[in-house]
């Protein structure tokens, strides 16, 4: 996928007198419409701000450069303008290029025949004007977007998970998330915690998949005075240790079928027992459970409890959708750990490019979201200019030949009305929520939409 390219408005009085300027904009893959007059000028902005005005002043042919770039300014503040003047007047250019002007040009040129100086400024212009309006639409999706606990985004997978866990939160349930590594699951875990009448006690973490079979049932159940070599005097285990808390078991299905029995007891009576003792001890503990795996594979293959799996699958699974999965998020979630790598750095970064952007959107992210904050945390920090460019990606991005279709979510797994319902939201979003345009682009009546975004909740 080449660079993005920009629309560039020409504005030139002399008719024949832009021909080269043209094609030397469009050999560099830019998109130019030309105008001959100033009124002309500032109805084309008025219908289509482009993203450059080259406004080519000639001597006494009544177009005023500097005034072409006010009224550009006023109604496109993000237009760069490149003003090209046939008089070399210190006066004017000081006054195009002041920096504390509010109508400020891009660049003032005094040769309207040296075609590669025009162009050369053209691209820095088209640069920066695109940046501009990739940072103000990123701004907009951000206002736009749910925060909950720290997972930001406006994907409907997404969305419609977090409403899940906001209404089975308060109550007693145990809880399964299901999710490649890094998509948050820690993240959810905690915020079902907080948002639970047990907020006040304790959230205990334990990632199974780091503890051996005699040392997952010790750590979750405590054991007592010589039951096992080391074992020096009597301990409480995790479980015991939350009572009246949340226990989070990270990577169950890693867990041994021998841990998974002695945690199906404790869901079912609350009970506990010490490694190396007959004493039953009671516990109010709610637990949490997270996997990468599919814990109904396993099942089948004997490697996990069907009755454990029954037990915590209760209400259905929190699935989590991974970072390709949503990759119309990409974009904000990279704003927002560039202003958190900023803070916690010291640097003032400014966004990134759109090649950069591009390329980091079309990468796999099997890391998912912990994997993209790490890369922009390391680019931030070493970055050389103040924007994130291609050279700033490590290799493995940099030079990836992936592409991948933007914002199109994985459907495996929903049903025909939920493919609807998101089908019908990215349509809206791209029609800026207008509906007449919404129901013409799905090929069906206003009346029909009107319809469907009642049955489903759309407001």
């Excluded at 007059?37 to 406004?55: G, I, K, L, N, Y």
């Excluded at 820690?186 to 503890?211: D, T």
């Excluded at 099997?366 to 050389?384: D, F, K, P, Q, Y």
Aim: hydrophobic residues 40%; charged residues 30%.
């Amino acid at each position: 996928m080449g660079k993005e390219k920009a629309f560039v408005l020409i504005v030139d009085s002399d008719e024949g007198g832009s021909a080269s300027l043209v094609d030397g904009l469009r050999d560099a893959g830019h998109v130019c419409k030309v105008v001959h007059t100033s009124r002309d000028a500032v109805e084309s902005v008025r219908q289509r701000p482009p993203d450059v005005v080259v406004a080519v002043q000639h001597a006494d042919d009544g177009i005023d450069g500097l005034e072409i770039l006010r009224r550009t300014k006023e109604q496109s503040p993000e237009t760069e303008v490149v003003v090209v003047s046939e008089a070399d007047s210190v006066d004017d250019a000081r006054s195009a290029l002041s920096p504390i002007s509010s109508h400020r040009a891009f660049d003032y040129l005094t040769e309207p025949g040296e075609v590669k100086a025009i162009c050369r400024s053209v691209e820095g212009a088209s640069k920066k004007a695109l940046v501009q309006r990739q940072d103000r639409l990123m701004r907009e999706r951000l206002g736009e977007a749910f925060n909950f606990e720290g997972l930001i985004g406006t994907s409907e997978l997404l969305a419609r998970e977090i409403r899940r866990v906001t209404k089975i939160a308060p109550t007693k349930s145990t809880i399964l998330i299901v999710g490649e590594t890094g998509t948050g699951k820690e993240l959810i875990a905690s915020a079902i915690h907080r948002n639970s009448p047990r907020a006040g006690k304790l959230f205990q973490v334990v990632n199974v998949a780091a503890l051996s079979d005699t040392l997952a049932e010790s750590e979750l159940f405590g054991h007592v005075k010589g039951s096992f070599t080391g074992a020096f005097g009597d301990r409480k285990g995790l479980v015991e240790s939350a009572d009246g808390g949340t226990v989070f078991l990270d990577e169950v299905g890693d867990m041994s079928r021998n841990v998974q029995a002695k945690i199906l007891r404790t869901l079912e009576n609350g009970e506990v027992m010490r490694v190396g003792s007959n004493e039953v001890r009671h516990v109010d503990v709610r637990f949490v459970a997270a996997t990468h795996h599919d814990l109904s594979e396993l099942v089948e293959k004997g490697g996990f409890r069907e009755d454990l799996f029954y037990r915590l699958h209760a209400h259905g699974a929190i699935r989590l959708p991974s970072l390709r999965q949503r990759r119309e998020d990409i974009p904000l979630l990279i704003r927002h750990f560039v202003e958190i790598a900023n803070a916690e750095n010291g640097r003032s970064i400014k966004g990134i490019s759109p090649e950069a952007l591009r390329k980091m959107t079309n990468h796999s992210w099997r890391g998912n979201v912990r994997e993209l904050r790490n890369v922009v945390e390391r680019m931030v920090v070493e970055a050389e200019g103040e924007m994130l460019e291609v050279e700033d990606l490590p290799e493995n991005i940099s030079g990836s030949t992936d592409i991948v279709a933007v914002g199109i979510p994985s459907l495996t797994g929903l049903s025909m009305a939920d493919v609807e319902k998101i089908h019908i939201l990215n349509t809206l979003k791209l029609t800026g929520g207008n509906r007449e345009r919404a129901a013409a682009i799905l090929k069906i009546g206003a009346r029909t939409l009107y319809r469907k975004l009642k049955d489903y909740g759309i407001t």
